[in-house]
């Protein structure tokens, strides 16, 4: 029987479909048998921006009159950037890749939910990387303030709507964070308020990672975040920005992820 979900949200950029993999790996090498009682639900919100990203490439890099360098490098800013400013671009619209990304969350959760039917306390533990941090950040916030694919909740029962806004949430783990860019240039920065006493955050970045950011500091709403830096990676990525990459496999984040596990188990 299932007893505890756990769900994911991958970062920017090109995903692959098992960005979780080294994380997965992780957690069965120290929960063992117990593995079996989590709801492993992995969010695959990228298709919904990828799709256009793939178009835009083959317009521009098809064009024989196109003259452009470095092509890697422009595809990788192309599929990592771009996926930030199209989410905020159709948040402010209400439609979209925005919605998509949240319907992809909230499709997860029902999926959880329904394997923890026989469970009195469905208690919920979310680890998001890098833009999945924003993404996550954007839904407890629709949820708290019924905004978006929160406002018309009719034919969900009371029980579901609860678990599906989040309100058993007990621990957030956020990883090479990047919210403080996209509430960079507002005057008044507000956080998500907490869904219950209980509820924890860890926000994890390496101070090599120049995408990944405390977020305490970024006003009292904030507060609610315990930051930690860590140093993530191994010899050739740990003292760079490829270090943005490493934190699925990190020590760091599993040992404390599996310890919140461990103790929902019981």
């Known amino acids: 029987m299932k007893k505890v979900a756990l769900v994911t949200l991958h970062g920017m950029g090109k995903i692959k479909p ?22 492993f639900q992995n969010v695959q919100y990228a298709p919904a921006m990828q799709k256009p990203q793939d178009a835009l490439w083959k317009d521009v890099n098809g064009e024989p009159n196109n003259d452009i360098d470095s092509s890697r490098l422009r595809k990788f800013f192309l599929y990592s950037f771009s996926d930030a400013s199209s989410l905020e671009h159709s948040a402010q619209r209400g439609e979209g890749t925005y919605l998509a990304a949240q319907k992809a969350i ?76 996209f509430v960079g240039g507002m005057t008044t920065r507000k956080c998500f308020s907490k ?12 101070p090599d990672d120049a995408l990944g950011w405390p977020v305490r500091q970024l006003g009292k709403t904030f507060e609610i975040a315990n930051d930690h830096d860590i140093n993530a990676g191994g010899l050739i990525t740990s003292w760079n920005p490829l270090s943005h990459g490493q934190y699925w496999s990190d020590r760091n984040v599993i040992k404390p992820l599996s310890n919140t596990l461990e103790g929902l188990l019981g």
């Open 195 to 206: 869904p219950h006493g209980d509820f924890k955050w860890d926000n994890y970045y390496d």
């Open 18 to 39: 098992n960005y979780f993999g080294d994380l997965e790996k992780g957690l069965k090498k120290r929960l063992g048998d117990r593995w079996s009682q989590i709801s």
């Open 106 to 181: 909230q499709m997860k959760l029902k999926r959880a939910y329904r394997d923890l039917k026989n469970v009195n306390d469905k208690h919920v533990v979310i680890i998001a990387q890098s833009l999945g941090c924003q993404v996550i950040s954007n839904y407890l916030w629709d949820a708290q303030k019924g905004k978006n694919i929160f406002k018309n909740t009719d034919g969900i029962a009371p029980d579901e709507l609860k678990f599906l806004k989040l309100k058993s949430l007990k621990h957030l783990i956020t990883t090479g964070c990047n919210i403080p860019i």
